[in-house]
């Protein structure tokens, strides 16, 4: 299995343009989730889906940032305008629902996307 | 809601030195899940505990999970430098989520 593979790697940007971030989750693994990372605020959880469907998203920071999940192999994290203080490491991460009630999803994480907003 | 802390947030290590992060839940957690990541990578999952008391290893490094399941910790025995990086912690929040204690970012001094 390729893991969870997200795209770019590296983004460098400048203020007001448009950011997205691609990911793509661990065949057959029906949650997926955005996390945001920085040294001030660590590792924070924007938003996940189950089953494509949007049911958390209470971590997106404010309108700017928006996340689609069109199919089970894709996701978007979009970010409009960018400013410089979304410049974090963005991770995708994807987990296999649980069958045993009280044993909890182990979550895969992609090599996550640099964004520097300049 | 179910916050994890962490403990300490860095650790300098000798090398050949053991030492130990620890844990702590403000709520009983049903489980509870260790992750590493290196400098410049992405969390990997380490290991997962379950049952009260329950002490798992992986070759120098030994999770624990507290009577209460409120409480763990990760020892590491004589420490390499591969150990490098920072180790959390997450408690299950709701059927789905997991909460992520702030790491304990480890060096290793040579």
């Known amino acids: 299995d390729a893991g969870v593979i997200q795209s770019p790697r590296h983004e460098v940007t400048e203020m007001g343009q448009e950011v997205t971030l691609r990911c793509k989750p661990i065949s057959g693994h029906n949650s997926l989730f955005w996390y945001r990372q920085t040294m001030m605020r660590g590792l924070e959880l924007l938003i996940y889906f189950n089953n494509n469907v949007p049911i958390d998203d209470s971590g997106m920071p404010e309108d700017r940032f928006s996340a689609k999940m069109p199919n089970a192999s894709f996701s978007t994290l979009k970010i409009q305008p960018s400013e410089p203080r979304d410049s974090a490491v963005y991770f995708c991460a994807s987990s296999l629902r649980a069958l045993l009630a009280g044993v909890g999803e182990t979550q895969y994480f992609g090599p996550g996307t640099r964004l520097l907003v300049l | 809601g179910q916050q994890v802390m962490q403990i300490p947030q860095y650790q300098h290590v000798q090398e050949g030195e053991d030492f130990t992060t620890y844990c702590n839940s403000s709520t009983t957690l049903s489980n509870i899940q260790w992750y590493k990541q290196r400098p410049g990578g992405h969390p990997v999952f380490l290991i997962q505990?379950?049952?009260?008391?329950e002490v798992k290893k992986q070759k120098r490094l030994t999770f624990q999970f507290g009577e209460a399941k409120k409480n763990s910790s990760l020892h590491i025995t004589a420490t390499q430098t591969t150990d490098v990086g920072t180790y959390f912690c997450?408690?299950?929040?709701?059927?789905?989520?997991?909460?992520f204690g702030a790491g304990t970012t480890v060096t290793v001094r040579a």
């Open positions: 505990l379950v049952k009260s008391g």
């Open positions: 997450a408690g299950p929040r709701g059927d789905y989520k997991l909460s």
